[in-house]
């Protein structure tokens, strides 16, 4: 239905234009005939380079000049070859003959140009030069290779389907990527010969290949000992075109997919364990429980002790050297050696975090906590309170040598050391004052005495003028505690009383601090016009 606001005479404007660019495209076409081999020649190499190979057909299409030429221009190597020089000229080799398609020089030259505009986003997969090449032009090596290096072999698997079942095609293909193994038929996945060429470069497409090859010991053997996390290609670092064509998942350890009989072999196992200590557990429950194989482990990854045999979790030896590679390997030794305190000291010294796996008995041990409280202030400042004394017993709770040492170091992050103390200590006057001149903030969980304690308000302020938050209303409305507040930082005039607020001096203090601060000043203060004067007179500096 032709609406009210239909534009007549844009619509005869374009019926008009399109007759034109019709009529143009017939002598265009009339004239590129016309020419001579040299006349064409010089034609595409003197045009614009995209000129050159493409004719306008008055359609809204440009068509490759090889669609309009006679077959003797369209079988001529040295007219290909120019256009093919031109850009987006390797869309004309779908309509050069087949003679020229099968050669190689031709399709290699067609494939590069197409790289190259491919890569700047200007060219679709599906118009890839391959597409039309002959299937003995795709026999060559040196053409599979280019394939293969430039995420284009899924073009050769999509439109020519019988070339995943040749044996030489494939061999290249992985040779140049293992990961198109993916593509190989059935039968080529059993083919050992290919097999070892994959896991020889990616032990991890163990997976890939066919589940016959699973209980192959040689190839397993080889897979395990180029299984490493440097041959892991996670989807993210795949090609565009690679990750959404390649149907690899995120690869598993070779003997996640190792046969039943060779998750039993024990040369296999220590390999396998050697390489990568998690896959005990892949093993067979009597390799689980066996102390040589169960050692190996844990001496490569501590937490596979998770796998063990539940009496290898109690053996000392073994847990010893899992807590030695990685301490939280604490949580899956027995509740035996959890409270061992040789155990425990190797893994609270290591981590500090391993604490919360230890005994209940050992929770009570002040040696033990003090070397956890030690290695958190080493490693991570400001965590000793929340790794140890938080998981402490009451008795390490209630230690107020140890929760003092617990602090150290938390002015560097938010400190959270007495949140949860007990109300004794957080009332000690000799701990909050320690604390507070690390960290101001720790004010906010003092005792409401110490927070109207005059002298340890003080020390807060000066470590941070932001304390003064935390304070009784009393000292809030103390001027000479506000003044060191302000000028330690301006904005904390918001958390002054109301009469310091409207204090001239203290204003002035604040607003020379931090400008900002103007916000906190009274109304009364705002409206004085002499003293806004003199407030806009530190904006400028």
Request: with cysteine.
């Given at each position: 239905?032709?609406?009210d606001?239909?534009?007549?005479?844009e619509?005869?404007?374009?019926?008009?234009?399109?007759?034109?660019?019709?009529?143009?495209y017939?002598?265009?076409k009339?004239?590129?005939?016309?020419?001579?081999?040299?006349?064409?020649?010089?034609?595409?190499?003197?045009?614009?380079?995209?000129?050159g190979?493409?004719?306008?057909?008055g359609?809204?299409?440009?068509?490759?000049?090889?669609?309009?030429?006679?077959?003797?221009?369209?079988?001529?190597?040295?007219?290909?070859?120019?256009?093919?020089?031109?850009?987006?000229?390797?869309?004309?080799?779908?309509?050069?003959?087949?003679?020229?398609?099968?050669?190689?020089?031709?399709?290699?030259?067609?494939?590069?140009?197409?790289?190259?505009?491919?890569?700047?986003?200007?060219?679709?997969?599906?118009?890839?030069p391959?597409?039309?090449?002959?299937?003995?032009?795709?026999?060559?090596?040196?053409?599979?290779?280019v394939?293969?290096?430039?995420?284009?072999?899924?073009?050769?698997?999509?439109?020519?389907?019988?070339?995943?079942?040749?044996?030489?095609?494939?061999?290249?293909?992985?040779?140049?990527?293992?990961?198109?193994?993916?593509?190989?038929?059935?039968?080529?996945?059993?083919?050992?010969?290919?097999?070892?060429?994959?896991?020889?470069?990616?032990?991890?497409?163990?997976?890939?290949?066919?589940?016959?090859?699973?209980?192959?010991?040689?190839?397993?053997?080889?897979?395990?000992?180029n299984?490493?996390?440097?041959n892991?290609?996670?989807?993210?670092?795949?090609?565009?075109?690679?990750?959404?064509?390649?149907?690899?998942?995120?690869?598993?350890h070779?003997?996640?997919?190792?046969?039943?009989?060779?998750?039993?072999?024990?040369?296999?196992?220590?390999?396998?364990?050697?390489?990568?200590?998690h896959t005990l557990?892949?093993?067979?429950?009597?390799?689980?429980?066996?102390?040589?194989?169960?050692?190996?482990?844990?001496?490569?990854?501590?937490?596979?002790?998770?796998?063990?045999?539940?009496?290898?979790?109690?053996?000392?030896d073994?847990?010893?050297?899992?807590?030695?590679?990685?301490?939280?390997?604490?949580?899956?030794?027995?509740?035996?050696?959890?409270?061992?305190?040789?155990?425990?000291?190797?893994?609270?010294?290591?981590?500090?975090?391993?604490?919360?796996?230890?005994?209940?008995?050992?929770?009570?041990?002040?040696?033990?906590?003090?070397?956890?409280?030690?290695?958190?202030?080493?490693?991570?400042?400001?965590?000793?309170?929340i790794?140890?004394?938080?998981?402490?017993?009451?008795?390490?709770?209630?230690?107020?040598?140890?929760?003092?040492?617990?602090?150290e170091?938390?002015?560097?992050?938010?400190?959270?050391?007495?949140?949860?103390s007990?109300?004794?200590?957080?009332s000690?006057?000799?701990?909050?004052?320690?604390?507070?001149?690390?960290?101001?903030?720790?004010?906010?969980?003092?005792?409401?005495?110490?927070?109207?304690?005059?002298?340890?308000?003080?020390?807060?302020?000066?470590?941070?003028?932001?304390?003064?938050?935390?304070?009784?209303?009393?000292?809030?409305?103390?001027?000479?505690?506000?003044?060191?507040?302000?000028?330690?930082?301006?904005?904390?005039?918001?958390?002054?009383s109301?009469?310091?607020?409207?204090?001239?001096?203290?204003?002035?203090?604040?607003?020379?601090?931090?400008?900002?601060?103007?916000?906190?000043?009274?109304?009364?203060?705002?409206?004085?016009?002499?003293?806004?004067?003199?407030?806009?007179?530190?904006?400028?500096?």
């Amino acid at each position: 239905m032709v609406t009210d606001d239909y534009d007549y005479e844009e619509a005869e404007f374009i019926r008009e234009q399109a007759e034109v660019d019709r009529l143009n495209y017939k002598e265009a076409k009339a004239y590129i005939k016309s020419l001579g081999k040299e006349s064409l020649l010089k034609e595409i190499r003197e045009t614009d380079t995209y000129e050159g190979a493409f004719w306008h057909d008055g359609f809204g299409q440009d068509n490759p000049v090889f669609k309009i030429l006679s077959d003797d221009f369209t079988s001529d190597r040295e007219i290909l070859i120019a256009i093919l020089d031109t850009r987006f000229g390797w869309q004309n080799y779908a309509y050069a003959s087949e003679a020229l398609r099968s050669e190689k020089y031709i399709l290699l030259k067609a494939i590069q140009k197409f790289i190259l505009d491919h890569r700047e986003g200007d060219a679709e997969e599906h118009s890839c030069p391959i597409v039309d090449a002959t299937i003995e032009a795709l026999h060559d090596v040196d053409i599979i290779k280019v394939a293969a290096k430039n995420n284009l072999f899924y073009v050769i698997k999509t439109f020519w389907s019988e070339l995943m079942s040749d044996r030489g095609v494939i061999l290249t293909a992985v040779k140049e990527d293992p990961h198109l193994i993916v593509y190989a038929s059935d039968s080529l996945k059993m083919d050992r010969v290919i097999a070892f060429e994959v896991v020889e470069q990616n032990g991890m497409l163990f997976c890939e290949l066919h589940k016959n090859l699973r209980d192959d010991k040689d190839i397993l053997l080889v897979a395990i000992a180029n299984s490493s996390e440097s041959n892991i290609r996670l989807q993210g670092d795949l090609a565009p075109n690679d990750a959404r064509k390649l149907s690899i998942d995120l690869p598993t350890h070779p003997m996640a997919d190792a046969s039943a009989r060779l998750a039993s072999d024990k040369e296999v196992a220590l390999a396998a364990v050697k390489s990568s200590g998690h896959t005990l557990k892949y093993l067979s429950k009597e390799l689980q429980g066996d102390k040589d194989i169960v050692l190996a482990a844990v001496n490569c990854y501590g937490l596979a002790l998770e796998y063990a045999d539940k009496k290898l979790q109690g053996d000392k030896d073994i847990v010893l050297a899992a807590v030695n590679n990685i301490a939280n390997s604490l949580e899956f030794a027995s509740s035996e050696l959890k409270n061992d305190r040789d155990v425990a000291l190797i893994a609270v010294s290591k981590d500090s975090w391993s604490f919360r796996f230890i005994g209940d008995i050992l929770k009570n041990d002040k040696g033990v906590a003090e070397v956890a409280i030690s290695t958190a202030n080493r490693n991570a400042p400001g965590f000793a309170y929340i790794t140890v004394i938080c998981l402490a017993s009451k008795e390490i709770q209630e230690n107020k040598e140890l929760v003092l040492k617990s602090a150290e170091g938390q002015s560097r992050i938010p400190n959270y050391a007495f949140r949860f103390s007990s109300l004794e200590i957080r009332s000690n006057p000799k701990i909050v004052a320690q604390v507070v001149e690390q960290s101001g903030y720790v004010l906010e969980y003092a005792s409401d005495e110490l927070r109207n304690d005059r002298e340890i308000v003080n020390i807060a302020i000066n470590q941070s003028g932001y304390a003064l938050r935390y304070a009784s209303d009393e000292l809030r409305n103390d001027p000479l505690l506000v003044e060191t507040a302000v000028c330690k930082d301006g904005k904390a005039l918001e958390f002054a009383s109301d009469k310091l607020r409207a204090n001239r001096k203290i204003a002035i203090q604040a607003i020379d601090n931090d400008f900002n601060a103007l916000e906190f000043v009274s109304s009364t203060l705002k409206q004085d016009k002499k003293f806004m004067r003199e407030a806009e007179l530190f904006r400028l500096d």
